[in-house]
């Protein structure tokens, strides 16, 4: 994401023009946005004309418009974001009051205005436009005839292929069609790899599956790096991680991610973090339940003791339609980093736990 203009007062009302370059972003505008806002962007518009012999036409043009907020829909998977709103500014297509849709796009800007940005939503500016927060980590989740290829980031995960080839089941006397359909299938596979992973950021690949697929297939892909000399793969083969998957869906990456022989490799990646505070919160509660605190009332409670080390927080949390209810959330967290906590704000994509407190002195009372 690029921050190109920021104009916000003192008494925190203003607007931001930012750009979205890559899928991810789409997702921290999603997180951005809420009901009610104005957003100001590039669309497209059906239009009727009328020519002057009377006859009646339609045609699309490409307009700008300032929309007042009041739907947002967005698609995790193909990373599109839909903005549903009612125009607020003189446009010479569309009336005043009228609905629109607008698809933000990647490489056009768009303008956000907001009557009050509070901490949470200034963070995520600068969390999205931080270029050291990129996808340090990839994942291939594997079974025969079944892949999917994906990129691993502290916010979400981005699905960037899905390789799927039919496999025939072995015959008695005759493996040729299946051999051939398994040689097929590998070969996309690591076609995937090589159009969708930058081998500059990523740290390290986990290939995932039941059975012994994930070794069939290292076996092929580095057999054929040496047969057409291919450097990227043979240069990067210790990044390679082999693990187990319960199955080839992309469901089985969280289960992936929560072993501790995976968390262990993965120390030093961005992605590691966000599943280790979890797993800490949980052994917490379950080893030392005076230090660890779930449910808004009682994480409150142990905020205003002062006494929070570590607040993990669902940005889900910060969707919330109650604009009340909202700025609950947000004070609870300025609370807690104005005396010295950490604050961790996960995805609900990661997350089953949406708001709880770890390493908390105990509380009495």
Not at 178 to 195: D, S
């Amino acid at each position: 994401m690029k921050l190109l203009h920021k104009d916000i007062e003192k008494d925190n009302a203003g607007q931001v023009t930012l750009m979205p370059e890559e899928a991810e972003d789409m997702w921290h505008t999603y997180n951005l946005l809420q009901v009610g806002d104005s957003l100001r962007a590039s669309t497209i518009r059906k239009v009727q004309t009328e020519s002057p012999t009377g006859s009646v036409g339609s045609s699309r043009v490409r307009t700008t418009l300032t929309l007042s907020v009041e739907t947002i829909d967005f698609d995790s998977q193909a990373c599109q974001l839909r903005v549903k709103g009612t125009n607020i500014e003189e446009n010479q297509y569309v009336k005043m009051g009228a609905y629109h849709t607008i698809e933000l796009e990647l490489n056009r800007k768009f303008t956000l205005a907001k009557k009050s940005w509070d901490s949470v939503v200034l963070d995520r500016i600068e969390q999205a436009c931080d270029a050291t927060q990129k996808a340090d980590v990839a994942a291939v989740v594997m079974q025969e005839g079944l892949a999917n290829l994906v990129l691993v980031t502290p916010a979400m995960t981005l699905l960037r292929a899905k390789v799927e080839v039919t496999i025939p089941r072995k015959r008695k006397g005759s493996c040729t069609q299946h051999e051939k359909a398994l040689e097929r299938f590998y070969e996309a596979v690591m076609q995937a790899i090589l159009r969708h992973i930058n081998f500059d950021v990523v740290k390290c690949i986990l290939v995932a599956s039941p059975g012994f697929v994930r070794d069939q297939f290292i076996t092929y892909l580095f057999k054929e790096a040496v047969r057409q000399d291919n450097k990227i793969l043979l240069e990067n083969r210790p990044k390679f991680i082999l693990v187990h998957s319960s199955s080839g869906h992309k469901y089985s990456l969280k289960e992936i991610l929560s072993d501790p022989t995976v968390t262990s490799r993965l120390s030093d990646t961005k992605a590691a973090g966000e599943v280790k505070a979890l797993e800490d919160f949980y052994k917490m509660l379950q080893h030392e339940p005076d230090r660890a605190f779930y449910g808004l009332a009682h994480v409150e409670k142990a905020a205003d003791a002062l006494a929070i080390d570590t607040l993990l927080i669902s940005d889900k949390l910060f969707r919330h339609q109650d604009v009340p209810m909202r700025s609950r959330y947000v004070r609870l967290v300025d609370n807690v980093r104005d005396n010295g906590g950490n604050v961790r704000t996960d995805s609900a994509e990661w997350s089953s736990c949406h708001l709880a407190v770890s390493h908390c002195r105990p509380i009495r009372g």
